[in-house]
Each structure stands twice: as C-alpha cells, then as structure tokens.
Nanobody, 130 residues
Framework: VQLQASGGGSVHAGGSLRLSCVASGRNLEYYSIAWFRQAPGKEREGVSCISNHDRSTYYTDSVKGRFTVSSDYAKNTVYLQMTSLKPEDTGVYYC????????????????????????WGQGTQVTVSS
C-alpha cells in the first residue's frame, strides 16, 4: 500500500489543521493506520491510530481531547483533525499502515513505536507559532 499525507501548514497557537492520509494500491479497510510526528532533534513518536478490526482509536496523552482520527473508506482516506494546536505540536507528521490489529495494550506498549509499522507515507510539516 502506498500512502500520501497532506494538509500540513503553519498556524498560530489555538488554531486547527486537518491532515489527510490517502492510500493507493490496497483497500485501506484492511489496515490499521497511525499518525506519527517528529520534531527536530527528537525521535518519531506515535500520535494516534485507528484499528482495522473494530475501528477503535487511540491517542498519545498529550493530544487527547484535541486530536481526532477518523476514516472515510469510500475515499480510502484517514484523517487527523487537530484542534487547539500548541507550539509543541510542531513537527513533520507521517501516516503509517500495518495489516495488524491494534488493542489499547498493543498501542501503548508496541504500536506507538515506528518499528511496529510496515508502510509509511512522506511527511507533511506542521508548524505552530506562539
């Protein structure tokens, strides 16, 4: 599966952005999809994911209540709606896919790490100014 992320940009703190991850080559319904981000000088961290088997969603603690991951399988697309953005949300955002189920336990212990995922899109830059 090929992934294409888009929707990044520059906003002021408190603003919103919606990122899109469009898949081609495979039906996205069979894949769990995650969003990662990487700030300069920092490791890539898992932000959110949506599981392929029951569409459960999971978030890293720092974005809970502000970010929402959703899917539109008719468009083979997963979205990340980001609201109340903060300067610390700045980074390059990537979407990733794996044909594996995710549970709450696996997200927090394994799937929030990049090495769990098999397919990656190119990144999209998000910059939040104070």
């Amino acid at each position: 599966v090929q992934l294409q992320a888009s929707g990044g940009g520059s906003v002021h703190a408190g603003g919103s952005l919606r990122l899109s991850c469009v898949a081609s080559g495979r039906n996205l319904e069979y894949y769990s999809i995650a969003w990662f981000r990487q700030a300069p000088g920092k490791e890539r961290e898992g932000v959110s994911c949506i599981s392929n088997h029951d569409r459960s969603t999971y978030y890293t603690d720092s974005v809970k209540g502000r970010f929402t991951v959703s899917s539109d399988y008719a468009k083979n697309t997963v979205y990340l709606q980001m609201t109340s953005l903060k300067p610390e949300d700045t980074g390059v955002y990537y979407c990733a896919a794996a044909r594996r189920e995710i549970s709450s336990n696996s997200w927090y212990h394994k799937a929030s790490r990049p090495d769990w995922w098999n397919y990656w899109g190119q990144g999209t830059q998000v910059t939040v100014s104070s």
